[in-house]
């Protein structure tokens, strides 16, 4: 399994621009969350799905969409980019009674 | 909902335990304790969680006290590698384990 995977790994935007960061995960898990974390900080829920089809806002949600057409796939778009959403993006997932929340390696993002 | 209050940093010794505390004095009764780990810029890691008994697995040790509103991680021979910011996060499971609140964590530094 390679678990969960994150692309891109880096990425530079200039403000007004839009761009969809990708989560994969390859262990049929159900739940599936985004977090940002900025420098010296812990994570902060931006959008989670506890399956296909299903989604709900965490925390920090403004400027944010997700959809979840498939169990594998939640991907995160920045509708238009801002200088304060620079920022490192980690994607999780987690099975139904599971313990255990696994995290992606994370997209560092820049936004001038 | 208020977050868990740790220390913002510690040291230890290589070779000995590492003894990190966590107050959680709003938990619910419905809550567990969960302890995660991130390492540099890494997505963070599971390390072990626990309701009211204390628990222990290949990783570490959980000791909740009675009243539940504090708990003691315990990595017995801590190593190099342990160095990392290690968050305790309450949370009900279920559905909402999917939505973690990670605070700004304990900054372990294991020196030689």
């Known amino acids: 399994n390679a678990g969960v995977t994150q692309t891109p790994k880096f990425q530079v935007l200039k403000t007004g621009q839009s761009m969809t960061l990708q989560c994969a995960q390859d262990m049929n898990h159900e739940y599936m969350s985004w977090y940002r974390q900025d420098p010296g900080m812990g994570l902060r829920l931006i959008h989670y799905s506890v399956g296909a089809g299903i989604t709900d806002q965490g925390e920090v949600p403004n400027g944010y969409n997700v959809s979840r057409s498939t169990t594998e796939d939640f991907p995160l778009r920045l509708l238009s980019a801002a200088p304060s959403q620079t920022s490192v993006y980690f994607c999780?997932?987690?099975?139904?009674?599971?313990?255990?929340?696994?995290f992606g390696p994370g997209t560092r993002l820049l936004v001038l | 909902d208020a977050k868990t209050t740790q220390p913002t940093s510690m040291d230890c010794a290589e070779g000995r335990a590492a003894n990190l505390p966590c107050n959680h004095s709003t938990i619910s009764g419905n809550e567990y304790v969960y302890w995660y780990r991130q390492i540099h810029s890494q997505g963070p890691q599971y390390i072990i969680h626990?309701?009211?008994n204390n628990e222990t697995n290949e990783m570490a040790s959980l000791i909740i006290t009675e009243d539940r509103k504090s708990s003691t991680l315990i990595l017995p021979h801590a190593t190099l590698r342990d160095t990392a910011v290690y968050y305790c996060?309450?949370?009900?499971?279920?559905?909402?384990?999917?939505?973690?609140?990670f605070g700004q964590g304990t900054i372990l530094t294991v020196h030689p």
């Open positions: 626990g309701l009211k």
């Open positions: 999780a997932s987690r099975n139904t009674g599971g313990e255990t929340q696994y």
């Open positions: 996060i309450k949370n009900a499971g279920g559905t909402s384990y999917g939505k973690l609140t």
